[in-house]
């Protein structure tokens, strides 16, 4: 139950392009789901997240959108460019709780 | 402001050894948080410390523990090395953990430890 299911394991897109990644969860208990960008060296780093009581949330060309009955989120990056290639996680948590459970990671190619 | 910061950076150690991994959380930061990751398994959490007590505990052996000091710097031990536990070990802090929605949590770059 404390799963979190992330698709699909890689993906190419084209520059300009609208790359989705998408991600289902278990557990009715989170209540908190962010995104993490990795680039190659380096820690994963927030880009965005989203509370279940919001269908969508942007914050420059990242867009989550959430569908709380299907318990599915997902991450749509507008007008996509090379400097975004990196490995997107989603994750949730609940209550505060700092324990985040990941997905299985994207990873994404943005080609020129 | 400085980062989370995490020594060393990578390391070499011999099966059946023990390995102590440092994290500096960021200044003013009261939780760390330990997460393990592999190509295989992905992003797991290992424990997470508030105040010097561990708060949150994944699902791991007992060979992987972990300390916090007073001033909040964080140490994790893995002691009698299988191969499996080569890994980048990720160290995260975040300000308040206390319930409140939306803690952002910060990730150093990680400690990556081969055991040969």
């Known amino acids: 139950q404390q799963q979190v299911k992330q698709s699909p394991q890689s993906l190419i897109v084209q520059k300009g392009g609208i790359p989705i990644i998408n991600c289902a969860y278990e557990n009715t208990a989170f209540d908190y789901f962010p995104w993490y960008q990795q680039f190659p060296g380096k820690g994963p780093a927030l880009l965005i997240a989203i509370r279940p009581d919001v269908s969508e949330k942007k914050e420059g060309r990242f867009t989550i959108s959430f569908n709380k009955s299907a318990k599915q989120f997902s991450l749509h990056i507008m007008d996509s460019q090379p400097g975004d290639s990196a490995t997107y996680f989603c994750?949730?948590?609940?209550?505060?709780?700092?324990?985040?459970?990941f997905g299985t990671g994207t990873r994404l190619t943005i080609i020129p | 402001k400085a980062g989370v910061t995490q020594t060393p950076r990578y390391l070499i150690k011999t099966r059946g050894q023990q390995v102590t991994l440092s994290c500096s959380p960021i200044?003013?930061?009261?939780?760390v948080s330990w997460y393990q990751q592999t190509p295989g398994q992905g992003l797991q959490f290992l424990f997470e410390y508030f105040s010097e007590t561990q708060r949150n505990k994944g699902n791991f052996p007992g060979r992987f523990s972990g300390r916090q000091f007073s001033n909040s710097r964080s140490e994790m031990n893995v002691s009698t090395l299988e191969l499996g536990d080569s890994a980048l070990y990720l160290c995260?802090?975040?300000?308040?953990?206390?319930?409140?929605?939306?803690?952002?949590?910060?990730f150093g770059e990680g400690s990556w430890l081969t055991v040969v």
């Open positions: 995260a802090s975040s300000l308040d953990p206390t319930g409140t929605w939306g803690n952002t949590i910060y």
């Open positions: 200044s003013g930061h009261r939780s």
């Open positions: 994750a949730a948590s609940s209550g505060g709780n700092e324990k985040l459970t």
